[in-house]
T-cell receptor
C-alpha cells in the first residue's frame, strides 16, 4: 500500500546539537513530499516540500531535507537545534489514485530539546 | 490574509448531540480538506473538495459524518449523532489547488462526553 512511515515516535536532542528526522515512503511514481511542524495546540505549518529538481531542498527555520529515491527516504535535518524547535514533525506524501489526490501523513515524530 | 479560520476552537458536547464544525479557507484557494487527529490514528484525511465539489470522501468514518461546501469561502463538517469515540482534533486545510501545499487552520478540539 502507498504510505509514509516515520520510524521514530520520539526523539530527544540537546540544544545546539544536530538533528535528523527520518521519513520513508512507499509510492510507485515520483512522489510529492512535504514536512510539516505542529507546535502544541496549533495547526500544521509547512517547513518544506519536494516536487522535482534538486533533491536537497531548503525550508524555513533553518531546516532542509534530502530526497533519496534509492532509499525511498526524505529525511529532515537541521545542523543546530533551538529550544523553540520542540514540536511534532510530520512527513507527508501527496498520493494520486484514480485521478484523485490526497495528502497522507506519517504518524509524526515528537521532538524534545534538552537545555 | 488571516489564514484558514476554524470555529469553534473547542467544543464539548454530550453523546447523541449534533456537532457542526466550521471552516473558512484562504481566499482564492480552490481545494479544501478536513482532517481528524487522534493519538491512536494520527492525522487522517476525512474528505476533500475541489472547487466546492467533494472529490474523495472515502476517509469519512461513518454515515454520521457529513461535510458540505456551499460556496468557496465556507465549509462545514457535521457529526450526528456524536459519540465519545469522535473526540479528536479536527483540522481544516486549504490549498491553491490539489498539487500545492496545504495551509492548516488551528483546529477544533472536540470532546464528546
Amino acid at each position: 500500500a502507498q504510505s509514509v512511515t516515520q520510524p521514530d515516535i520520539h526523539i530527544t536532542v540537546s540544544e545546539g546539537a544536530s538533528l535528523e528526522l527520518r521519513c520513508n515512503y512507499s509510492y510507485g511514481a515520483t512522489p510529492y513530499l512535504f514536512w510539516y511542524v505542529q507546535s502544541p495546540g496549533q495547526g500544521l505549518q509547512l517547513l518544506l516540500k519536494y516536487f522535482s529538481g534538486d533533491t536537497l531542498v531548503q525550508g524555513i527555520k533553518g531546516f532542509e531535507a534530502e530526497f533519496k529515491r534509492s532509499q525511498s527516504s526524505f529525511n529532515l535535518r537541521k545542523p543546530s537545534v533551538h529550544w523553540s524547535d520542540a514540536a511534532e514533525y510530520f512527513c507527508a506524501v501527496l498520493l494520486t489514485t484514480q485521478g484523485a489526490q490526497k495528502l497522507v501523513f506519517g504518524q509524526g515524530t515528537r521532538l524534545t530539546i534538552n537545555p | 490574509d488571516a489564514g484558514v479560520i476554524q470555529s469553534p476552537r473547542h467544543e464539548v458536547t454530550e453523546m447523541g448531540q449534533e456537532v457542526t464544525l466550521r471552516c473558512k479557507p484562504i481566499s482564492g484557494h480552490n481545494s479544501l480538506f478536513w482532517y481528524r487527529q487522534t493519538m491512536m490514528r494520527g492525522l487522517e484525511l476525512l474528505i476533500y473538495f475541489n472547487n466546492n465539489v467533494p472529490i474523495d470522501d472515502s476517509g469519512m468514518p461513518e454515515d454520521r459524518f457529513s461535510a458540505k461546501m456551499p460556496n468557496a469561502s465556507f465549509s462545514t463538517l457535521k457529526i450526528q449523532p456524536s459519540e465519545p469515540r469522535d473526540s479528536a482534533v479536527y483540522f481544516c486545510a486549504s490549498s491553491l489547488d490539489l498539487n500545492t501545499e496545504a495551509f492548516f487552520g488551528q483546529g477544533t478540539r472536540l470532546t464528546v462526553v
